[in-house]
Nanobody, 121 residues
Framework: QVQLVESGGGLVQPGGSLRLSCAAS????????MGWYRQAPGKQREFVGL???????NYADSVKGRFTVSRENAKNTIYLQMPSLKPEDTAVYYC???????????????WGQGTQVTVSS
């Protein structure tokens, strides 16, 4: 069983910062990549950014140069640093991971439960 647990969401004023965390736990054999998606009210879930096991990162154009995904391999944890937040960043942020568990040789995609980020004055 593999679980992803996010933390760090909340209410922040425009221009403020938040850091989200996502920890993967359970019977993990290897992690190919971990990343973040978000879903604003009335919109589809969209990609935000990811980091691979090799340390490569990729970002959506809407956050490139502003948000940063980093990782702490020893803890199977990633972070999303979000400075200069805008009202349009308001969404539920979901952690996503591509993981090979100890119970199966095949990579599977896992999702966290989501954490709310609200940017408002």
């Amino acid at each position: 069983q593999v679980q992803l647990v996010e933390s760090g969401g909340g209410l922040v004023q425009p221009g403020g910062s938040l850091r989200l965390s996502c920890a993967a736990s359970g019977s993990i054999s290897s992690i190919t990549a971990m990343g973040w998606y978000r879903q604003a009210p009335g919109k589809q879930r969209e990609f935000v950014g990811l980091i691979t096991s090799g340390g490569s990162t990729n970002y959506a154009d809407s956050v490139k140069g502003r948000f940063t995904v980093s990782r702490e391999n020893a803890k199977n944890t990633i972070y999303l640093q979000m400075p200069s937040l805008k009202p349009e960043d308001t969404a539920v942020y979901y952690c996503n991971a591509r993981i090979v568990s100890m119970s199966s040789p095949y990579e599977r995609q896992y999702w966290g439960q989501g954490t709310q980020v609200t940017v408002s004055s």
